[in-house]
């Protein structure tokens, strides 16, 4: 297209959105007279008396408090001190969350990606609304986008309690709920922030005990979702050099002009004017109480959560909190430093990487860096554990993942293994995994992965964690997804763990998740013939278009390890002898999901870092 024909389709494009939004009209800025309006309704209605009048905030008897003031004690100039709980469980990590949450003495601070209206969702907000009345100061930050859009939810919060606070980041057009036409007008108007999304999870309390990792708020991340869980992990880290790295980053996020309180959204305001709070939340429709109490019971119990977590923590030295600036973006000097950090991680790595991720989309940069490590003599060992087509919740990146198998095996040498919808191992990654599933068969097979778990069990499970372990010394824990949208567009944040104990334990979870009976190995298919050899060119010729992939035969497929073999690698001489191929997409029940991942390997390569 001639410069100046593109120069006034984009002025046209502009003007478009420009009327685009003149027609939303009051919708698209704040209203600050129903806003001054709705602050002093909030003034009215929010209680401000206190259910305690002790110091300690009528706080529950934690262990974790012990281990607090042995870490602070014990940290040096130059020698800090930290304990380490890994979080496999979600029931494990919501019961270590409400724990904490009512051993809070001071403060409570929370961030998040998403946050849902279901169970979960309910029960954290319930206890820290609590927490509040108890005395502790509660501010919850949360990103807009995923989170509830429940303006009855944001008005009830808003007038919860003089000494608790919920803001939302990154808002569409100064609304807490963003229709489809919000969403539209957005993309036409200022894509470039839509795609920021704040991806952070933290809860932190007492400036000194925190948890981070891959967890947001809603029960598919807690294990108690009826039909699709995730494999996912979190770290609980205390000690004072850490605790200080934590506080710092939520004030950051906290006071940037991305977080909004309640009170600037005008749909949240129009409701607070019109009736105000209308008193506590109602739970879910379908809530689950007997679930509820036994958590809280437990969560209470300081000898079970000893038992359970606190004798079992990892005194550790070095426990870095890493994240990004708010407001990140990919033209700014903000979005290198974190991925900088990970580059530097693995350039002093000597033998071996893990690398634990649900979305294996690599960039150019993080792709030339693992070419550089395999070319090394010896070459790096380099290992990925992500998901399959069957147990992924975003087929769309999958799809992306799909294109560039070649380049992932080949080229780059990793060795790739993808997560079962039903793994062999399912009951020991989701607690009460039977109940969910409708009882049945046991859910542990053999290392062949032979029973058919699909036919006996409904819980569909999906891997969620994000964790490297380097040459089994150094571990990061977190959000981050080390794909483009963690490099360029999200703000991430998560631990960088120096301690062997620590990496060793994450290590021999990941090894786990690969054994045959939970995920299936990705292994080229043999070139045997002219036929194999043709079509192996022809996969090579098409993943290197640009936009056209259109060849339907693939250089790598997904393999099951037969019944009486050991478990090979990929390069091993006799892999093809103990090996099945069971195809592209193995237990994948909906054509459409098929169809919808071949159209975006072929045409979707554009949006890698939207998606």
């Known amino acids: 297209m001639p410069p100046a024909r593109a120069a006034f389709m984009r002025r046209l494009l502009h003007l478009v959105a420009l009327a685009l939004l003149m027609l939303a009209g009051s919708g698209c800025a704040l209203n600050r007279q129903l806003a001054r309006e709705a602050d002093a309704r909030v003034a009215l209605d929010r209680p401000s008396a206190l259910d305690c009048d002790r110091a300690d905030r009528c706080a529950i008897a934690s262990p974790y408090q012990a281990l607090a003031e042995e870490a602070r004690t014990s940290s040096r100039p130059g020698a800090p001190v930290h304990y380490v709980n890994l979080l496999e469980r979600g029931e494990d990590a919501l019961l270590l969350r409400i724990h904490l949450i009512r051993a809070a003495r001071s403060t409570i601070d929370v961030q998040t990606f998403i946050w849902a209206d279901d169970d979960s969702g309910w029960l954290v907000l319930e206890e820290l609304i609590a927490a509040a009345r108890r005395g502790v100061r509660v501010r919850v930050l949360a990103d807009q986008l995923f989170s509830i859009s429940d303006v009855d939810w944001f008005a009830r919060l808003a007038t919860a309690h003089a000494n608790f606070e919920f803001r939302l980041y990154n808002t569409t057009f100064h609304k807490a709920r963003a229709g489809g036409l919000d969403l539209a007008l957005s993309v036409a108007c200022c894509f470039s922030r839509l795609n920021q999304r704040m991806h952070n999870k933290l809860l932190l309390v007492d400036g000194q005990i925190g948890i981070t990792g891959g967890r947001n708020y809603q029960d598919r991340y807690f294990d108690w979702d009826q039909t699709f869980d995730y494999r996912d992990r979190d770290v ?39 009736v105000g709070g209308e008193g506590p939340l109602p739970p879910p429709a379908s809530i689950r109480w007997a679930r509820i109490g036994s958590m809280r019971d437990r969560a209470s119990d300081a000898g079970y959560v000893r038992a359970a977590f606190a004798a079992r923590a990892l005194r550790v030295g070095r426990a870095e909190y890493f994240s990004d600036p708010p407001g ?43 070419r550089e490590l395999r070319e090394r003599d010896p070459p790096l060992r380099a290992v990925v554990s992500t998901n399959s087509l069957a147990a992924t919740d975003a087929f769309y990146v999958y799809a992306i993942s799909y294109k560039h198998k070649k380049r992932y095996l080949k080229r780059l040498g990793l060795r790739v293994f993808e997560f079962k919808p039903f793994p062999g191992d399912a009951a020991l990654m989701i607690a009460h995994y039977h109940e969910l599933s409708g009882g049945g068969q046991t859910a542990r097979v053999s290392r062949q992965g032979q029973t058919p778990l699909k036919q006996a069990h409904g819980l569909r499970v999906g891997l969620h964690a994000k964790s490297i372990v380097i040459d089994r010394r ?104 103990c090996y099945t191929s069971v195809g592209d997409f193995p237990e994948v029940d909906l054509p459409l999901k098929t169809i919808y991942t071949r159209i975006i390997t072929a045409f979707g390569v554009a949006l890698e870092g939207v998606l």
């Open 474 to 577: 150094v571990t990061m824990i977190g959000s981050h997804n080390f794909d483009p949208r963690s490099e360029y567009y999200n703000t991430e944040s998560g631990f960088i763990i120096h301690d062997r104990a620590v990496a060793d334990a994450v290590a021999a979870q990941i090894e786990r998740d690969i054994e045959p009976q939970n995920s299936w190995t990705i292994a080229r298919r043999p070139l045997d013939g002219p036929v194999a050899r043709i079509n192996n060119a022809m996969s090579t010729i098409s993943a290197a278009l640009p936009v056209f992939d259109l060849w339907p035969f693939r250089y790598a497929t997904s393999y099951e390890l037969n019944p009486g073999c050991e478990p090979l690698w990929p390069n091993d001489p006799g892999f093809y002898d």
């Open 328 to 370: 990140k973006n990919a033209d700014s000097e903000q979005a290198a430093q974190l991925s900088g950090r990970i580059a530097a991680l693995l350039r002093n790595a000597h033998a071996e990487v893990l690398v634990q991720t649900p979305y294996l989309v690599f960039s150019r940069a993080a792709q030339n860096l693992l």
């Open 236 to 274: 609980l880290v205390l000690g004072p050099q850490a605790g200080q790295e934590m506080t710092s980053s939520f004030e950051q996020f906290w006071q940037h002009p991305l977080s909004v309180p309640l009170t600037r959204l005008n749909d949240v305001n129009r409701r607070l004017v019109a």
